[in-house]
């Protein structure tokens, strides 16, 4: 086998693993920080694609407009059912809100569906990114180039935010120990809308730029949960580094499994999931509580 | 003056009934201790004053407004620092992040750095370590230098020396006189009698869900009687 070959497959598999960590970031975020396994995060990035299809063919705005205007609007929506709905539900056991989300997942594809048809929606790669580019041993498509380049960048900026700035420092109280933030004076109920809208707004970001190199249709959002809940569990529920490990090392099972073995590729990462399971419970990075 | 008045507050944990109507009053500027049994319901009643735990019934007032049901960073922002008994530093933000943090809620600053790294000069060494590799005493250390740094007017210290070196006890009777010699008012919770007697003026025993005595320092140290019979010293 050709070893250009191999390496475009290798920039695939990357660019789908970017999908997967811009995902599960914000899932993982959410979960460390709020409890809360949301289960429809899946269908905030599929409202990503179809606000990045609104934005681009109804209002005729470019892409990069997509890329910013998007993922700002998935937030708020994020945010809106964040302080109407989820956050009502805190203080009860976990599965409540497993339920509310479950239940707003179908909502919002029922929703969808209804406005724009069940079919799906073209959505064709920007031309200023079109072809391909030559990186001296392989040519690569451009536009892939670019989803590796932004989620490098986001990865680096969201870390930095998190880790460096004082909001940052904020989400990670309200993720240490959310009740002593409260009572050392924070605000810790907009802390939370805002991590959900950041969680939110990630999906929708991810899902803007899977817009052109996959379809535009209401289920796409289901059809990549599961895998995403693999990729945080895989990372360790709550890690952003493992989030980011993991959905790197998914996306290289998923595409090298579908060229070498194609019907193992469906459940080859689960037997991933489990082998890592079974050495690390925790996943690769999994938080240990501090007092635990 | 009074700055802190608890009426007849009951609070419970599901079922089980913990404060059965506890009554107490602190004076702006007072160091009273609250004194009672493992288990007798201390912890909740800092708890309960810090908004943490909503009273079932009663009134608990603070600078003279009522505070009963606000949410806990409310009550913070009013004032109130609380330190409790498993410290409550957070593990993954930094020394110097931990430090700053009631003051970014609060948006006043007490006392300065200096003063802070003065009186503990270990957490100017590691400011940039993150919480989590904090020995215990720096940990309890940490969890006071923060309400001070706050600008906070009472405080509530869950039993600050329990778990430190004799040395250590010593440095936090230091700061406690310090800290009332500035105004503060404080409402620590001790096990360590000694301590208590040494840094307060007045004790507040708990017993049974209430308040059972209260009295000024000389006359508890006097009273052995109510030292065996409601703390088993
Ligand atoms: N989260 C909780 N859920 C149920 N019961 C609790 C809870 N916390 C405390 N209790 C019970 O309430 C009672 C009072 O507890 P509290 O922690 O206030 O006591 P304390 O006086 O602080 O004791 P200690 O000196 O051991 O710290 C105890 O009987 C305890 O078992
Ligand atoms: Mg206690």
Known sequence: MEPVFLFSQFFNGLVLGCIYVLLSLGLTVVFGTLGVVNFAHGALYMLGAYAAYTVATHLQLNFLACLILCPVIVAVIGMVLEKLLISKLYKLPHYYNLLLTFGLMFIIQDAIKIFFGPEGEPFNIPD??????????????????????????????????????RLGAIIRAGTDNAEMADALGTNISWTFTLIFGLGAGLSGLAGVLAAPIQNVQPAMGMDILVQTFVVVIIGGMGSIGGSILAGLVIGQILTFSIVFWPPGSTTLIYAFMALVLVTRPRGFFGRVSFFE | MTLLRLEDVHAAYDESQVLTGVSLEIAKGELVTLLGRNGAGKTTTLRTIMGLLTPLSGRISYDGRPITGLVPNRIAKLGVGYVPEERGIFPS????????????GRGETGWSLERIFHFFPRL?????HKGSQLSGGEQQMLAIARILRAKMDLLLLDEPTEGLAPLLV?????????????????????????????????????????IVHTCSNDEFMRDTEIQHKYLGV
């Open chain 1, 128 to 165: 200023l990114l079109q072809g391909a580019i030559n990186l001296g041993f392989m040519y690569y498509p451009k536009y892939r180039l670019f989803i590796l380049i932004v989620t490098a960048m986001l990865s680096g900026g969201l870390w930095l935010f998190i880790e460096k700035t």
């Open chain 2, 93 to 104: 933000l930094t020394v110097s992040e931990n430090l700053m943090f009631p003051s970014w």
């Open chain 2, 124 to 128: 100017h060494e590691r400011a940039s």
């Open chain 2, 170 to 210: 010593e440095t936090i009777g230091t700061i406690l006189k310090e800290i009332k010699g500035s105004g503060l008012t404080v409402l620590l919770v001790e096990q360590n009698t000694r301590f208590a007697c040494q840094v307060a003026e007045r004790h507040n025993i708990l017993y049974g869900g209430k």
